[in-house]
């Protein structure tokens, strides 16, 4: 079985251009996560989809950030304009159920340098 | 939202047990308490996870205070491939998520 995977491993930009990530979660799984870790800080929460649905999206930074997963399948992870301090590596996981006891399993996670 | 805290690094001998502690003083009594770990290259993957009781799994151990402000992760037998960077988090249920807040980890470097 394959498990979660994210496109591109690794993504260069200048500043004020646009990325978009893409996760791919493991067949199945309804709940979708976004963290980030940004340089030398902790894994932080970004959001949760169940299903296509945005559960929680508390952890967005701003506005620049816009996360969709249409079909409740993958999901994109769109941040236009990039800026600097978006530098960073985003990390999707995916589980079958919501619940506390549900593991999560993660992607290799995306590497985001903006110049 | 409650925090952990955990030492940078630490070194292990292979084949010895390993103890890596996290403080979680702020901890609230409906938060799980998770361990993850992350490979190089890898995204992180699940240790093992509790609530008030004691766990133990194919995996490692975890023991948990009796107050709950502190957990041990530990690993009975270190090998080469458990080297690695473990991860304490605390599992709160807010918005309708159990949202998982990561400590800044613990680099796990094992001796031959």
């Known amino acids: 079985e394959a498990g979660v995977t994210q496109f591109p491993s690794h993504s260069v930009i200048e500043k004020g251009q646009t990325v978009t990530l893409r996760c791919d979660p493991i067949?199945?799984?309804?709940?979708l996560y976004w963290y980030r870790r940004v340089m030398g800080k902790e894994i932080k929460f970004l959001l949760h989809f169940v299903k296509e649905s945005k559960q929680d999206e508390s952890g967005m930074p701003n506005n620049r950030f816009l996360a969709e997963r249409t079909g409740g399948t993958y999901s994109t992870l769109k941040v236009q304009p990039a800026e600097l301090e978006d530098s960073g590596v985003y990390f999707c996981?995916?589980?079958?159920?919501?619940?506390?006891?549900?593991?999560?399993?993660f992607g290799p996670g995306t590497r985001l340098t903006v110049l | 939202d409650a925090k952990t805290t955990q030492p940078n690094s630490m070194e292990s001998n292979e084949e010895e047990p390993v103890h890596l502690p996290c403080n979680h003083s702020t901890i609230s009594g409906t938060d799980y308490i998770h361990w993850y770990r992350q490979l190089p290259s890898q995204g992180p993957e699940y240790v093992i996870h509790?609530?008030?009781s004691n766990v133990n799994n194919r995996m490692a151990s975890l023991a948990i205070a009796e107050d709950r402000k502190s957990s041990t992760l530990i690993l009975h037998r270190a090998t080469l491939r458990d080297a690695a960077v473990y991860y304490c988090?605390?599992?709160?249920?807010?918005?309708?998520?159990?949202?998982?807040?990561f400590g800044t980890g613990t680099r796990l470097k094992v001796l031959a």
């Open positions: 509790g609530l008030t």
């Open positions: 067949s199945g799984h309804d709940n």
């Open positions: 996981a995916s589980s079958q159920w919501g619940g506390v006891y549900n593991e999560q399993f």
């Open positions: 988090i605390l599992s709160a249920y807010t918005s309708g998520t159990y949202k998982y807040i």
